[in-house]
């Protein structure tokens, strides 16, 4: 099996252009193949309120109303997709910026309305996407860069966390690759202290994940991406990793960095 990575990046490394060029450069060292995956979340909120719709966020997924909807469209699939595809063109990645419309390549159902109505919120289930049409595009040379918008084949777009597009494209693209999912955001990995980056803990499985999260020790934003996390490792991703986006290039060398989730 070749071996394929798939790494997600963060609102926050978005929003520095330096961390961003730095990561893009290290993107393109890395050899073989590869899907990158960008959020934008902090961007949508900036432009979202400069526009005067409010932001609402419950348990890290943005309450996504019809204008909400058509500003993350235009932040995630036009001014961050457009601009990371032509720095990777820079830096001499060929990359292809893509929605899960496009291609059809992933499917959601719009999240059903319970104690929260979330709106146009997507869910991806199983089989919602094929690999062998993604692999078609790697195989070719391409690399996707994909946003946090999905489609549910019936014409409308949904928005759906950039973390989850992660984990079920590694997921999916498992059958396929030797596939490593790798987390890049703006600190060392998960911490012990978050204002600490010494305090690296290099090693979580589910038991130690159960103890971080009743020590408090996890919390916020970072919840979500474990339990994405522990998903992938659980249906056939290979390794995940969770850390800073200027450690990426010690991949090249086949050297890890930041957490490591096992098993
Ligand atoms: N133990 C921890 N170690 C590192 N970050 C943590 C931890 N617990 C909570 N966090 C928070 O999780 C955030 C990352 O989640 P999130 O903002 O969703 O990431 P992203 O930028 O990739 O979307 C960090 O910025 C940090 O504030
Ligand atoms: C449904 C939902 O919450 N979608 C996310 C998609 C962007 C994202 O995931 O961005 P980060 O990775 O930068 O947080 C949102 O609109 O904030």
New binding site residues.
Partial sequence: MQKLHVI?I????IDNSENLHRFLKDFTALEGYKILIH?G?KVATLVSESMGVEAHMVD?RRITDIDTLRIVTMVYAGLINKNVVAQLQHYGTNAIGLTGADGDFIRAKKRPVKTIDYGFVGDISDNSINPENISKLLEAGFTPVFCALTHDGEGQLLNTN??TIASALAVALSKLYETTLV?C???K????D?NDDDSLIRDINPERYDQ?KADK??????L??MDNAFTAIACGVRAVIIGHSDDLGQLKGGHSFGTRLSN
């Fill in positions: 997600k963060g609102g926050n490394v959020g979340g890290g950039a973390d987390y955001f703006e600190k990995g998960v911490l012990h978050i971080l020790i996890i919390h916020s934003g970072m979500p991406k």
